[in-house]
């Protein structure tokens, strides 16, 4: 009896240490993928990926079509004083028509100044479009005309809505197709992040079989495929697969595999149960309309 009990201690003592004798981070993924993967995905090592508490910074922002940016040009001159006829410098709005305000990329990369022309910035960054905007508008004869200097022009540009770059959340609807949402990249998101945006998991969704696929720019190119741990990251905290999101990520969450075949099943035999209930309703008003002559006929 003594002999078994301390069997059971010692087997007990073992599960134990086989669960806590795990360093770093502890997974629990299950089998976590895309189809037509040739092997289950495995974490990336430490220090090879972006995650929550090792970020980088993104590197200097090109602006593309749709963005809406914050554009104001003024010229700085020195003006003296009608009294005193000391100098100082004033910041004063350009002639003719002021620029000033939001004013979106078009389809074709350009931002419309009204009557100063339009100027191409797609494919630039904030210091080189607002160098492209005062060369534009320095070249307008009207600023010759008036005797204005160009370097009195000084533009100041920043983005307000960032809609060019962004990361897409994925669901599986387990048969019934798939919901997309898709959000702009702000810099500093991770995956907990953006399926906080989108209020969190559904119910159909996998806590086991979640994936960031990252964007390759060519066909045959190896998959770049993150799982994510997300017990892990929201159950004990450990931030090894809270990615950094980048621009372009699809953040994708698999289906549970009972939801995919209940429902696989429901649209395989609903056909068919819908094929045996007219069958039976249409036999069976058949057989009363039968039974009802006959009674009548006695």
């Not at 070249?139 to 809505?161: F, G, M, Q």
């Amino acid at each position: 009896m003594r002999v078994g009990r301390r069997c059971g201690t010692v087997a007990v003592g073992v599960f134990l240490l086989s669960l806590l004798g795990g360093v770093g981070c502890h997974h629990t993924l299950g089998e976590a993928g895309p189809r037509g993967a040739s092997a289950p995905i495995a974490v990336p090592p430490p220090g090879t990926v972006p995650v929550e508490l090792d970020k980088i910074m993104l590197p200097p922002y090109v602006i593309e079509a749709p963005d809406q940016l914050l554009i104001e040009v003024v010229q700085r001159a020195k003006v003296p004083d009608p009294v005193t006829k000391v100098e100082s410098v004033q910041t004063q709005r350009l002639p003719v028509q002021p620029i000033s305000g939001s004013f979106q990329v078009r389809p074709d990369g350009t931002v419309s100044l009204g009557f100063w022309g339009g100027v191409a910035v797609s494919g630039l960054t904030l210091e080189q479009a607002a160098e492209a905007i005062r060369r534009h508008v320095v070249a307008n004869p009207v600023l010759s005309e008036l005797k204005t200097k160009p370097e009195s022009i000084v533009v100041i540009l920043d983005v307000l809505a960032y809609n060019s770059k962004r990361y897409y959340v994925i669901f599986d609807g387990a048969g019934f197709g798939e919901q997309v949402v898709s959000f702009p990249v702000t810099g500093s998101e991770t995956v907990l992040d953006a399926i906080s945006n989108v209020g969190g998991i559904s119910d159909v969704g996998s806590k086991r079989n979640m994936w960031v696929a990252r964007r390759t720019p060519h066909a045959g190119q190896p998959w770049q495929i993150l799982p994510i741990d997300w017990v892990g990251l929201t159950q004990h905290g450990q931030t090894c697969t809270n990615y950094q999101v980048m621009p372009g990520d699809r953040i994708y969450v698999k289906a549970q595999k009972l939801v995919t075949i209940d429902r696989t099943l429901t649209r395989i035999f609903a056909p068919i149960e819908r094929v045996f209930g007219i069958t039976l309703l249409g036999s069976s008003t058949v057989n009363q309309i039968s039974g009802r002559g006959n009674g009548f006929g006695n």
